[in-house]
């Protein structure tokens, strides 16, 4: 059985809503420029513009809006109101100000193991910098955390280089996160324990082609209530 | 005499070329709206509208061109046309991909620094997580640098937070960077040593009030040729 010293949890959609945010937000343009285009084909020409553009703007809300108007000028070969520009615009800065709503049993597990004592906590994340310190910031729990990583991608290089950076023997470290490409494979790649707490919406982005995981073993819980029990177990 | 281990550079017009990117894209954007605004009065208004959104997008290339798309259709009174904003994304992506233009004497002096041996050397940057990471990578310089830190802000607590997360002594410490008000003031502040690096210009979020820096002292060089030496003489 691992020692697990170290648990790390993802953020968007493990420890706060984000997805519903960012689908709110999708279907509130699309609904906008329903007169243009149906809301299904434009969400499936907006996934492909901000696929096309992942290259240069990276992951975010910002980088979302961006790919968004694009796709509005796009799909309507100019004939967009400007009017209608300005309110993605203004739906997209709501988005960013959104306040950060908590998962059920988030608070109560982040304080459970931080009044714990054997733990040290992160949050592991990935997207926009400046947004992300916001919501780690609102979400009322940074000061439980030991560490906060943002970054860019989470691949095993980047599990990797944060295992070394702060000295963390990946067998006494676990990931908690909604995402199994970027919270269970390249957890278990570079030989720490993965839980994975599934969130209703997952970003077309994420998905996983179940053959890539067809090998591997995880936990898996319905929510962050899960954790404690769960790491009390492993520690038998 | 400081015993300087470890010397930090600050990224955009520090090591590479920034604002002669960002000031070229916005000529170009204000020369294409030129019918509807005199170019000089709309970079005026794009820097009341950077200002006010920085507190929603942070700093960086993605909230430049949200808010030069803002701008565009509010001087306008939405009279730009979808080609023109069409534009305004396209130079913002050309922005992105920009190559990485390291300024004279950088090279040189980084692989100085290293092949040293004294030295450990950082990148402290601000900006966009995902943007800034890119221009490291294309640097041609990422391997030289022991760490590389990318922030929201470049503040006192921030640089209080680096010294603790990687166990840096301040007095051991120095800054290079172009800005006073990020790279000099708060770096003074911690009790570290500061050399400024102007360049020619300065993005107008970055002025700082003489009357702020009246009382400190910090080094000044022409460019990072200068630097080496200047490190050699402050062992003396």
Redesign the interface.
């Known amino acids: 059985m691992p020692n697990l010293t170290t648990i790390a949890f993802d953020g968007d959609d493990t420890l706060w809503h984000n997805e519903t945010v960012f689908s709110m937000t999708e279907e509130r343009i699309t609904t906008l420029l329903a007169d243009h285009m149906e809301p299904a084909e434009l969400s499936k020409r907006l996934l492909a513009t901000e696929t096309a553009?992942l290259r240069?703007?990276?992951?975010?809300a910002?980088?979302f809006?961006?790919s968004m108007?694009?796709t509005a000028?796009e799909v309507?070969d100019?004939?967009?109101?400007?009017?209608h520009?300005?309110e993605i615009?203004d739906v997209?800065?709501e988005m960013?100000?959104h306040p950060v709503e908590l998962l059920e049993g988030v608070e109560e597990c982040v304080k459970t193991l931080a009044d714990d004592g054997r733990y040290r906590l992160l949050v592991i994340t990935k997207g926009?910098?400046?947004?992300q310190?916001s919501k780690v910031a609102r979400s009322g729990l940074a000061e439980l955390f030991w560490?906060v990583e943002?970054?860019?991608e989470k691949d095993v290089a980047t599990y990797r280089r944060i295992m070394t950076?702060h000295g963390i023997d990946p067998t006494e470290f676990a990931m908690v996160g909604n995402s199994l490409r970027s919270d269970v494979i390249p957890v278990l790649q570079i030989g720490a324990t993965a839980v994975h707490v599934p969130y209703p919406l997952v970003w077309a982005h994420e998905h996983v082609d179940p053959t890539t995981v067809a090998e591997l073993r995880w936990h898996e819980v319905g929510s962050l209530a899960a954790v404690p029990a769960l790491l009390d177990e492993l520690r038998r």
């Open positions: 553009n240069l703007y990276g992951y975010g910002k980088s809006i961006l108007i694009e000028i309507t100019g004939r967009v109101s400007t009017e520009l300005k615009l997209g800065k960013l100000d926009d910098l400046f947004h310190e560490k943002i970054v860019v950076a």
